[in-house]
């Protein structure tokens, strides 16, 4: 989908294993309004009789997986495909493309203002989360599970098994934005999603339609161990959007050194070759529900009195409420580049630098508690960078660090 049409919509991924209850929180979103697209629809829709779909697994797979009315024998082509990875892959290579393109003409004529609810069930199999401005993952206890799926006919050993073949917990921890519990009565995960729908995501579509992106406070919190795997998901939309004009994406600031409490803000830089080519990205990246803040233009030069153009920058922050982030595009080996890079390491290495930069954070935090805007924050802590960049100088020439060719 183009940029530009990302603007008008938001999109939002929805999965959860099988026999989770994802379809509950699907309903209950569409009955706040949301379009879903339910890919399980789809992909009976493209192999219907007469459609490309089916012509290409029956030339495939053979006669055999046709039934006397020609549709598709779904029990014959199971048993052709299941435990066969080869063949699956196959299958896969036939129907996913014609499910993808046919969900992006849904897409498009999707109405303004529209939150649009992809249920995909094997998104976090297939990797697909990087597509979505947020992912929802559905989820219940594996004996819950196995209760539900053997209550609609299938046998404990078949249940415990397609469980088995999907991703893990873990794995769908790592993608989910949101994890919504579906264990207990129908009743609480749809008093949850109703506070997501008013809570995050209509405020989100707003948001991403109006370019609005959002500023923090300087308010510090314990270190979150989950900042890691939230900045990844944030760095893998950002790629994607920003596509081959970004060198790399980087989790750095705060967040990006282990135990070290911080704002909950996630800072991430985009590495580009030139600021051209952040400008090239600019409306990809709002898109993608990274808006640009056009007043942020530069970092400050260190050492004080140094040229400024060459820490000229661009910022985008995040239109999520539930996600604030601040996104830098910076010109790949220029010194602002260079400096956060070095920073985030130097810090990681060096316990006693962190100790002594969480004093100046606490205080500065301290001194302007309450604030609206944070660059009061930040300019009380500039003294202390002056000072320690230096230090991180001395330690990368000790050390023989460089940063990462781009």
């Known amino acids: 989908m183009s940029p530009g049409r990302l603007r008008l919509v938001l999109h939002v991924g929805l999965t959860g294993g099988i026999g989770a209850g994802k379809s509950t929180v699907a309903r209950r979103l569409a009955e706040h309004g949301a379009i879903v697209i339910d890919s399980d629809v789809l992909a009976r829709e493209v192999v219907e009789p007469g459609t490309k779909g089916l012509g290409q697994i029956v030339e495939t797979f053979g006669e055999g997986v046709v039934q006397p009315d020609g549709s598709l024998d779904r029990a014959a082509l199971a048993g052709l495909v299941f435990g066969d990875d080869a063949a699956r892959a196959r299958l896969n290579a036939i ?53 539900r799926l053997v209550e609609r006919g299938l046998t404990e050993g078949d249940a415990r098994a397609r ?52 500023r923090s406070r300087p308010q510090l919190v314990d270190y979150d161990p989950t900042w ?47 600021l051209d080519d952040a400008d090239a990205i600019r409306e990809a990246l709002a898109g993608a529900g990274f808006p640009w803040l056009p007043d942020l233009t530069h970092d400050d030069p260190k050492p004080p009195g140094s040229d400024p153009t060459a820490w000229a920058k661009r910022v985008h922050s995040s239109a999520d409420p539930g996600r604030p982030a601040n996104v830098h595009v910076r010109a790949a080996g220029s010194p602002g580049w260079r400096s956060v890079l070095l920073l985030r390491d130097w810090l990681r290495a060096d316990p006693a630098a962190v100790a002594e930069y969480l004093t100046v954070k606490r205080e500065s935090a301290r001194a302007h508690a309450g604030a609206e805007r944070i660059e009061g924050y930040l300019r009380a802590k500039a003294p202390w960078f002056d000072t320690a960049m230096q230090r991180a100088e001395r330690w990368a020439a000790a050390t023989g660090w460089a940063p990462p060719a781009r």
């Open 163 to 214: 469980i088995a073949a999907q991703a893990t917990d873990e794995q769908r921890r790592a993608a989910a934005d949101v994890w919504l519990d579906n264990g207990g009565w129908p009743e609480e995960v749809q008093a949850a999603v109703d506070a997501l729908w008013a809570e995050r995501l209509v405020p989100f579509e707003a948001n991403v339609r109006l370019g609005r992106g959002l």
């Open 228 to 274: 890691p795997r939230q900045a990844a998901r944030l760095a893998a939309r950002l790629a994607q959007a920003a596509g081959e004009r970004a060198l790399a994406v980087d989790h750095i600031g705060s967040t990006s050194v282990p135990g070290l409490p911080a704002k909950d803000v996630i800072d991430l830089q985009v590495s580009v070759r030139t």
């Open 95 to 147: 129907v996913h493309p014609l499910v993808r393109d046919r969900a992006a003409e849904l897409a498009a004529a999707a109405p303004p203002e529209a939150v649009l609810v992809h249920d995909i069930p094997l998104l976090v199999e297939n990797g697909l989360g990087a597509g979505f401005h947020l992912v929802i993952v559905v989820n219940a206890p594996v004996e819950v599970r196995v209760e």
